[in-house]
């Protein structure tokens, strides 16, 4: 599975931005689809999960300004990211878990990382 992400760059406080990571690839299933971040220097930190049914789980630091949300007919996640803050500047990568149709065993999978900056 090849996940491609989208939608990242530079907005002001307060603004908006939403991200997108389409999965690509034949013959698997994808499962739990997922947001993290990661700041210079600093190890990657989840920030939202879905799973195929649509729970969600989410940062206590984006609850209230960040949505998850995901199209299984297109193998798209996205992340409507609302109320930005300077602290949310970060390089964002999805993720993830699929499984080979009939067969055993999940792998987990990564998007490039997209830039968001959100300016004072």
């Known amino acids: 599975v090849q996940l491609q992400a989208s939608g990242g760059g530079l907005v002001h406080a307060g603004g908006s931005l939403r991200l997108s990571c389409a999965a690509s690839?034949?013959?698997?299933?994808?499962?739990?689809m997922g947001w993290h971040r990661q700041y210079t220097g600093k190890q990657r930190e989840l920030v939202a999960a879905i799973t195929s049914g649509g729970s969600t789980t989410y940062a206590d630091s984006v609850k209230g300004r960040f949505t998850i949300s995901r199209d299984n007919a297109k193998n798209t996640v996205y992340l409507q990211m609302n109320s930005l803050k300077p602290e949310d500047t970060a390089v964002y990568y999805c993720s993830a878990v699929s499984g080979r149709v009939g067969a055993p065993g999940t792998f987990g999978s990564w998007g490039q990382g997209t830039q968001v900056t959100v300016s004072s």
């Open positions: 690839g034949s013959g698997f299933s994808i499962g739990v």
